[in-house]
C-alpha cells in the first residue's frame, strides 16, 4: 500500500502550528498560557513571575537570500501597538529557533529573521530565544541575549527547568509540571516534524 504524500499546510494551518508550538514552548518552561475568547489583537495571555503579558505569535517558513526569514510583523492593516499587545513571539519552524520581540521594538512591517548567520546584524537578532523577558519585572527592560545560535531544543538542554520553580510549589508538583510540559513539546515537535 502506498502512502500519499500529506498536503502542504494552508497559511491558516501555518499560523496554528506555530501557536501551539508557542504554547508548548512556554508550558515547558513552566510559564501560564491562556487564550483569549473573543477576538483580538493577540493570541495569548501568558502569565510568569507574576507578570501577565499579551502575545502574538507570528512564523517564518521559507528561507530566502542569504539565509534570512521574512516575517510579517503587522495586522492585516498596520502595525501593533504598545497598547494592544506585549510582544511578538516569532517561530522560524526549519530551524526550531524563537525570537521573542518586544513589541516596541519592532520597526516596520517585515523583518528578516537571520537563525544560521553567525554574528548576524539583524535588527531582532538580539531577541533570539530570549524568552526571560517575559518573567522580567513590569517596567524594566532587560537587554535580551543573544544565544549565538543556540535553537530552541538546545537551550531547552542547557536550561531545562527555567522558570518552572516557584514560590509555594512543591518539589513534587515542579516534577510533575516539568514532566508535563516535556511530554506536550516532545508530543508536538512529533507532530510537526515526523
Partial sequence: MKLSTPPRPTRKQKGEIA???FAAKAMSLGMTVSRPYSETCYDFVLESAGR?????VKSGWSEIHHGGYPVKMSN????YRPDEIDFIAVYIVPEDTWYVVPVSAVRGRMTNFYPNVPRSRGALERFREAWE???APTGTSPRAPHNKGLSSRATARRFP????EGPGVSTSE???RAKRARAAWSALGEFLFR
Avoid: K, P
Fill in 161 to 164: 527547568r527555567a522558570g518552572v
Fill in 174 to 176: 515542579q516534577f510533575a
Fill in 19 to 21: 501557536e501551539m508550538a
Fill in 133 to 135: 523577558l517575559l518573567s
Fill in 52 to 56: 501577565l503579558s499579551r502575545i502574538q
Fill in 76 to 79: 492585516y492593516l498596520r502595525a
